[in-house]
């Protein structure tokens, strides 16, 4: 089992910053992808930035830049850094992590985080 935790989450000002972490731990090999999604009330839940193993990473065009994914393979953890806030970031933020336990593969989801972006 591989159990997949966020934190960072908060209340901030817009145009303010945060940084999201999400950290996997269990029996893990490797992991292939770890993907930040929101979902914001009434809305589908959506993917806003994802980083394979090897670095690559993949961002939802209307962030225009303002977010950065990054990850330490070594704890198997993955950060977003979120910059220039808006209120339309208000989201709850969770975390998928995928890969390997050696025998099997994973697919695990975090608990998630709230943001609330307000003045």
């Known amino acids: 089992q591989v159990l997949v935790v966020e934190s960072g989450g908060g209340l901030v000002q817009p145009g303010g910053s945060l940084r999201l972490s999400c950290a996997a731990s269990?029996?893990?090999?490797?992991?292939?992808?770890m993907d930040w999604y929101r979902q914001a009330p009434g809305k589908q839940r959506e993917l806003v930035a994802s980083?394979?193993?090897?670095?690559?990473?993949n961002y939802a065009d209307s962030l225009n830049g303002r977010f950065t994914i990054s990850r330490d393979n070594v704890k198997n953890t993955a950060y977003l850094q979120m910059n220039s806030l808006k209120p339309e970031d208000t989201a709850v933020y969770y975390c998928n992590a995928k890969g390997s336990m050696g025998w099997r593969m994973f697919d695990s989801w975090g608990q998630g985080t709230q943001v609330t972006v307000s003045s």
């Open positions: 269990g029996t893990i090999f490797s992991i292939s992808a």
């Open positions: 980083i394979t193993g090897g670095g690559r990473t």
